[in-house]
């Protein structure tokens, strides 16, 4: 059974929602019914006053009553029974009084089609029509109102003036019943056509209202679906803001305390110049001065340098992708980095490499920030080696490898290296794979590390086929 | 004093160097270490007057140093420096009986000024009528390793005062004969640099006020912590001294 059913209530619901449909069918018909029986009872009158024009001279021929009548009584008897009816439709549209008052309307020109034929057998037959006519209600009650009028009017103009039914001033005794018997059993057919249309009508009242809570039901559950996506979607904006403001909060305590030392430095440095200025003569043999102005300018550098670093971080410049032959970039890169004595640092990026599509920039600095980062990984006071290697490129992914012989990154540091703040250097804001990790991205590419502790460490960029980007 | 003996401990040779400098010009005898190890051992080889230590540093940090000078030096003062603004240690260490504690970068002139005054070993003067409450504080202090003595009343505060040993003062405001207020308004007139920390047990908000208007004046309601007070003296240091 559909899951509808299933909860509680929903039987309720369901035949509740089923026999408002069931009604509203009903009256949509019975409407549709009303006004097209309006539509024949104006046809009917039509006809009734060329039938009194044409046919009722030679119908009646010979009997007691002139045309004259005929033409009044089709005029004006036929008047009435078409204008009550229609009143009745367009006032009282799908009521149980218009639908009997159509019913009896009708019969009644039934018996006046019949009377101004002169009681002709074949507008008998009216009747067997008007009869199914009404059946279009599907309503059976009607059909009993319009056979009683039917039986009520043989019986009177039967008794009291014969010719207007039967065209005979003696017709036999057994015809009302012979009527009658043609009329109940066309009833009990249509009574029957009657109540199965009901019954179909029902049935599928009853299915329409299945779909149609089902469908209701998806409604809502894509709806409160729709809700609850809304709220998640809303949650995880404000827990980004959040998280924005905690990392601007560490970023600015993180960066703060990185310039504070040089910082002061710079000060100190700088009140003892100022007490030596004041003394001039002293200067020259002061080997304290060029020191400190070295310092000065060193820290401030260090200043500049966390503080372009950060700037890094936080700009979202998009990359602009350029042909860029890999060697030179990687000769200009180490050219960047300052040379440590008994560390080599060697460009094996092949000539004939396909050019690449970089940020000429931005890439530059992901190259100075892994051969530095290599470079200081090289224990103090030992040889050591630094490599760039690349492969692939053109169609195929291309691959660019920083190599050391270092110290290695021991286990427990290396998962949060790419992680901004975190650093293990003394003089270091943390950013510098962070914003390594984040250019290589936007490249579209991969940036991967295998490390050894002892042995040395092997940075991975790994960038999708230059095809592949232009295509 | 005039000149001191100096221990810089600081493990960036930029810091140390440039300290080391513009002491040395003041006329200060200066000890360098690059950790609290070597400076631990260059306080056993010769004693100094004062300590000036960085707190953070790789190994012995400066607040540990601290501790082991308390045990090792009794009465030692230490200056620490740091670049953090919040830190749990900061907090520790001036609940400990550091001087104070200076923020990088500071000014070089605050710098010699606070050291001049650390060197000088100078003690806290607590004015309570109550003695069990005057004593308690100042056996407090003692623990935390803050210098104190304690007097009962306004007159006596004045009398100890001359002596110059005394550069924080901590009062109760409601005392009989002369009051919290009194007092400070006193020490203020003797010319002397004072900092002035004000207590009460009692709502006391026209008092407060009164001692608040005469300036540059810590207040703090009984029931106070000895660690919170310690905290205070220590940042008084640091401050009043900035002005004086």
């Known amino acids: 059974m559909s899951p509808v059913v299933a909860e509680p209530g929903a039987a309720e619901q369901l035949e509740e929602r089923a026999s408002r449909l069931f009604s509203q069918h009903q009256q949509e018909v019975w409407r549709r019914v009303d006004r097209l029986l309006a539509w ?16 009722s001279p030679y119908g009646w021929e010979g009997k007691a009553r002139g045309g004259e009548w005929h033409l009044h009584a089709a005029v004006f008897l036929g008047g009435a029974l078409s204008v009550i009816p229609i009143a009745l439709v367009w006032r009282r549209p799908g009521t149980l009084l218009t639908r009997h008052g159509v019913a009896v309307c009708q019969l009644l020109w039934s018996a006046l089609l ?16 008007s009869l199914t006519f009404l059946a279009f209600y599907r309503d059976w009650p009607v059909l009993l109102t319009a056979s009683g009028v039917a039986v009520v009017d043989h019986s009177l103009r039967g008794a009291l003036w014969p010719e207007s039914v039967y065209g005979t001033p003696s017709p036999e005794w057994w015809l009302l019943l012979e009527h009658t018997v043609w009329m109940g059993f066309l009833d009990g057919v249509l009574i029957l056509s009657c109540r199965d249309a009901v019954r179909e009508m029902r049935e599928m009242a009853r299915r329409r209202a299945v779909a149609e809570l089902a469908s209701e039901c998806e409604h809502q559950k894509t709806r409160a679906l729709d809700h609850a996506l809304t709220e998640l979607k809303s949650a995880q904006e404000h827990l980004i803001r959040v998280e924005k403001l905690a990392a601007v909060g560490q970023l600015a305590a993180s960066v703060g305390h990185e310039l504070r030392n040089p910082l002061a430095a710079v000060r100190n440095a700088h009140a003892y110049l100022s007490k030596r200025l004041a003394r001039p003569e002293e200067l020259a043999g002061d080997a304290r001065v060029p020191q400190f102005l070295a310092l000065m300018d060193r820290e401030l550098n260090s200043c500049a340098r966390i503080i372009s670093e950060l700037l890094d971080f936080a700009r979202e410049s998009p990359v602009s992708l350029q042909p860029c032959p890999l060697r030179p970039l990687v000769e200009e890169a180490m050219g960047m980095v300052p040379a440590r004595e008994a560390v080599r640092v060697l460009n094996q990026v092949p000539e004939e490499l396909p050019v690449p599509l970089l940020d000429r920039e931005q890439f ?15 224990p103090a006071g030992r040889a050591g080696e630094v490599v760039v290697r690349a492969e692939g490129g053109g169609g195929e992914p291309l691959r660019v490898r920083v190599e050391d012989d270092g110290g290695g990154i021991p286990a427990n540091v290396l998962p949060r290296i790419f992680e901004p703040l975190f650093t293990t ?3 270091g804001t943390g950013l510098g794979l962070a914003i390594v990790a984040t250019r290589v991205q ?10 050894e502790p002892g042995r040395g460490s092997e940075f991975l960029i790994q960038l999708p086929p230059a095809t592949a980007r232009a295509a | 004093m005039s000149a001191a003996r100096v221990l810089v401990v600081d493990d960036e040779e930029s810091m140390r160097i440039t300290l080391a400098a513009n002491l040395e010009l003041e006329g200060h005898e200066v000890v360098e270490a ?14 100094v007057d004062v300590v000036l230590a960085d707190i953070r540093m790789p190994g012995l940090h400066g607040v540990e140093l601290h501790r082991h000078l308390r045990r090792e030096q009794p009465g030692l003062p ?7 603004a919040q830190e749990s240690l900061v907090e520790d260490a001036l609940a400990e009986g550091v001087f104070t504690v200076m923020h990088k970068p500071f000014d070089v002139a605050h710098l010699l000024r606070t050291l001049r005054h650390a060197a000088s070993v100078p003690e806290v003067l607590v004015v309570d009528d109550s003695e069990d409450v005057a004593e308690a504080t100042v056996e407090g202090l003692r623990l935390c390793g803050v210098r104190a003595q304690a007097v009962y009343d306004g007159d006596m505060a004045l009398e100890r005062m001359g002596s110059g040993k005394i550069d924080v003062c901590v009062v109760d405001l409601v005392m009989p004969g002369v009051t919290g207020p009194q007092v400070v308004e006193r020490l203020r007139g003797a010319g002397q640099p004072v900092a002035i920390i004000a207590v009460s047990g009692h709502d006391v908000p026209e008092m407060m006020r009164q001692v608040a208007a005469l300036g540059d004046v810590a207040c703090m309601r ?9 905290q205070v003296i220590a940042r008084t240091r640091g401050r009043a001294l900035a002005r004086s």
């Open chain 2, 78 to 84: 230490v200056v620490l420096m740091t670049a953090f």
């Open chain 1, 40 to 55: 024949l009872m104006a046809g009917q009158w039509l006809v009734a006053i060329a039938l009194a024009l044409l046919f």
């Open chain 2, 34 to 47: 690059a950790s609290g190890e070597e400076a631990l051992r260059k306080v056993r080889e010769r004693p």
């Open chain 1, 425 to 427: 250097k003394k003089e």
């Open chain 2, 222 to 230: 009984k029931p106070i912590s000895i660690r919170e007070l310690a």
């Open chain 1, 442 to 451: 936007r490249h579209g590419g991969t940036l991967q590390v295998k490390s």
């Open chain 1, 364 to 378: 530059r600095q992901v190259l100075i920030n892994l051969v530095q980062n290599a470079v200081e990984a090289i």
């Open chain 1, 114 to 129: 019949i009377h101004l034929t002169g009681g002709r057998i074949e507008t008998h037959f009216h009747i067997l029509g």
